[in-house]
């Protein structure tokens, strides 16, 4: 268990519709990131906080968005799904922006 | 363009046939490297950071290693429960704080 929690486990939504996905960090760590992996792809950085401030964005969409909160934790919100957005979606935390990274069990997101 | 390359793609052993796995980078300067291990629809798990070319960790059956351009990860006398993709990653120095990731190395280890 690496300490970082991800709501819910798995999704299930249509086309067109909005979801959020959670994130909680690890005790005392300050740097939350997201990343996608769909199947056969590696994962794909989407977007880096540092307490409470956007840091880096890598591949991320203009349908997607996120933000951390004062208590560090953090929401992924996506917005007019497309059949192409089903993915694991991961959560990461570290203590600092280029430390060792501690990864979430994930959220499973399927669109029909 | 700053790059991590992951070879081989897939690797099958027997129990017991050691072999290595090679991350190999191209970035600008290497502030860190870090080797994970995930299993099928799970999150990535931390195994090892290596910051500078000489530097060794050491776990259990693995053990990593970093060289000015690539990073090896040796698994020695594997077990079918280290069956799993080794992903690496790399941290750049010079401000980018988007971290890297290779597309991985596919392990599979028969009893």
């Known amino acids: 268990d690496s300490g970082v929690t991800q709501t819910p486990k798995h999704l299930i939504t249509a086309t067109g519709q909005r979801v959020t996905l959670r994130c909680s960090p690890r005790?005392?760590?300050?740097?939350v990131y997201w990343y996608q992996q769909s199947l056969d792809q590696g994962l794909q950085f989407l977007i880096q906080?540092?307490?409470?401030?956007?840091?880096a964005k890598g591949n991320i969409l203009e349908r997607f968005s996120a933000q951390q909160f004062p208590d560090l934790h953090s929401e992924l919100n996506l917005s007019s799904l497309e059949l192409g957005d089903s993915a694991l979606y991961f959560c990461a935390s570290s203590p600092g922006p280029q430390e060792t990274q501690y990864f979430g069990p994930g959220t499973r997101l399927l669109v029909l | 363009e700053d790059q991590v390359t992951q070879s081989p793609e897939a690797l099958r052993l027997q129990e017991g046939e050691s072999s290595s796995l090679n991350c190999s980078y191209t970035?600008?300067?290497?502030?860190?490297l870090f080797w994970y291990r995930q299993d099928p629809g799970k999150g990535p798990e931390f195994l090892f950071t290596l910051y500078s070319a000489g530097e060794e960790k050491e776990k259990e059956r693995l053990k990593a290693t970093l060289t000015k351009k690539e990073s090896f990860l040796h698994i020695t006398a594997p077990k079918p429960e280290d069956s799993a993709t080794y992903l690496c990653a790399v941290h750049q120095t010079g401000g980018s704080y988007i971290p890297t990731f290779g597309r991985g190395t596919s392990l599979i280890v028969h009893p």
């Open positions: 970035v600008s300067g290497l502030r860190g």
């Open positions: 005790s005392g760590d300050l740097s």
């Open positions: 906080y540092y307490n409470g401030e956007e840091r």
